[in-house]
């Protein structure tokens, strides 16, 4: 089974239309909304909105009792879809083969933010966590009705619910083939602060099965024989090749753009507009050599930057455009005063980057002494805090 | 003005219209409509572009049209399949080696000349012989063990 399905192969609205699939509302407490928005669904035959707030927009169970994990981030090769499976697959209590990864399919995932700074796991891994724990608590409890058995008494393996006798029921035969109807408690946040959790209690790290352990990549051996396309691959009729013409220097804008330098390329057409600059061609090498052929007057030919021989002096001259004082802990000035040994700083004058403590709590400080702040800290013994009021004085000051 | 070229591209013989100054990449890639191997520099720096003409890794960024010739291209859809994968390509998966794999294919394909030209190789042997391709991603150390790996596959 494929971890990650491509668009052309989603099972979800597969199932969906050939499957006449239903929504079941389960859990406590069914809302008018609810009632009507299952009414809607079964006129429509389509599952429930996808938003935020809807388990369904998350996890759903196939017919064929495999899991449908709807995640609206994207992976960058760094295997999110090894780990989502796995984080869905543990709380869920089926196996990690069973679970399938849609991602980043708008049409048919929530804005979780796309892929930016390492957030996959952090914040998108953390939504699935809890719409995969809301799941299974719904599940149990769904199980308990048909088993006629109390909660405290059933385990779930492999995505089978059991009371503990001969009486079991599976997922499949639960909901499979059909949508969650649940509301989750979405704190009405898009993109990577979106969290949506459920009534459920998240496992333990110390209760992990599947989470930690390590799983071969899908996408290793497609990529070793040369049979993933990656974005520069993607071919689609009628596609043209464009580059891009940049300035030679910053700030730089095109004044005059002499499109008879480049009309000896067939098909060539040039593409300004205002700061924008840009060749098409049907053949990628016909749109090469018109970037380099193409004569443009631009607006500016010296660097806008100062001089690199007074590039210190300029930055002792800059004026301070913000300063800001997040949290003040002690007071330098005190701290200095009653200091055993002082020392100066090392820096040339006011700083030109930022320096500030960015420092996971596991970083030893010796690590961190190899940065001039972090020397600097260490000669201001007296008082941590102050110089750790110094450091975000700094970061503002320079930013 | 364009010129008729003949390639033999993985034992395929392909015919292709293009201007002499040319660089092979794009022959392959938007001529003939190969997904391997990569623009990476253009510039011959990172690797991303290699292919073997005759055996030797070339650089098909910067190898124009016109001094390919007669030479057999290998490209790393050539090099081995997963039915039959080259002692690389299987030591890649074992060892699980891309982040994101966009530089794979000039890996692959210096490490293929290399080892087959130098049997038991040193550590030393293999970062010099690949020292002139490059992984944003950061995947060296990975490489390193997989490179080893297939050597020892490879007797």
Partial sequence: ?399 | MTQKFTLNVNGIVHTVDADPDMPLLYALRDNIGLNNPHFGCGLAQCGACTVHLDGQPARSCVTTMSSVGDAKITTLAGLGTPEKPHPLQAAYIEEQVPQCGYCINGWLMTAAAFLRDRKKPTEAEIRDALSGLKCRCGTHISILKAVKRAAEMMG
């Fill in chain 1, 1 to 399: 089974m494929t971890k990650y399905e491509k668009m052309s192969s989603l099972t979800r609205r597969s199932v969906l239309l050939g499957g006449g699939a239903l929504v079941v509302s389960v859990g406590a407490g069914v809302s008018l909304e609810t009632v009507l928005s299952i009414g809607k669904a079964h006129a429509q035959g389509i599952k429930p909105p996808l938003t935020p707030e809807q388990l369904s927009s998350y996890i759903a169970v196939n017919a064929d009792g495999t899991v449908s994990a709807f995640f609206g981030k994207m992976d960058m090769g760094h295997g999110l879809h090894v780990a989502i499976g796995q984080i869905v697959a543990e709380e869920l209590d089926v196996p990690f083969k069973n679970v399938k990864v849609i991602m980043a399919d708008t049409a048919v995932t929530v804005n979780q933010g796309g892929a930016s700074g390492s957030t996959g796991i952090q914040t998108g891994g953390k939504q699935m966590r809890a719409a995969a724990a809301e799941a299974r608590r719904v599940l149990v409890e769904m199980a308990a009705s048909q088993l006629s058995a109390p909660i405290e008494r059933l385990v779930v393996n492999d995505g089978v619910v059991s009371a503990g006798d001969d009486k079991s029921i599976s997922y499949a035969q639960l909901i499979g083939g059909k949508y969650f109807n649940v509301q989750l408690d979405w704190n009405k946040q898009y993109g990577n602060p979106l969290y949506a959790p459920g009534k459920a209690q998240l496992k333990k790290p110390s209760e992990h099965k599947i989470v930690g352990q390590p799983i071969k990549r899908e996408d290793v051996a497609p990529k070793v024989f040369a049979q993933e396309n990656f974005v520069t691959d993607v071919k689609v009729p009628g596609m043209v090749h464009g580059r891009m013409i940049r300035p030679a220097v910053a700030g730089s804008v095109p004044v005059k753009v002499d499109e008879s330098s480049v009309k000896d390329i067939a098909g060539v057409r040039v593409v300004w507009d205002k700061g924008f600059l840009g060749v098409v061609a049907d053949r990628e090498w016909d749109a090469i050599q018109a970037a380099q052929k193409l004569k443009v007057e631009w607006s500016n030919t010296s660097l806008p930057f100062p001089d690199q021989s007074a590039l210190y002096d300029h930055i002792r001259n800059a004026s301070v455009r913000k300063r800001q004082i997040e949290k003040e802990n002690g007071n330098v000035d005190e701290a200095f005063k009653n200091a055993a040994k002082k020392s100066k700083p090392s820096t040339n004058g006011r700083s030109s980057h930022t320096r500030a403590w960015v420092r996971p709590a596991r970083w030893s400080r010796s690590r961190m002494g190899r940065s001039r702040v972090g020397r600097a800290r260490k000669s201001r013994t007296s008082s941590n805090k102050a110089s750790r009021r110094h450091s975000v004085c700094r970061l503002k000051a320079s930013v």
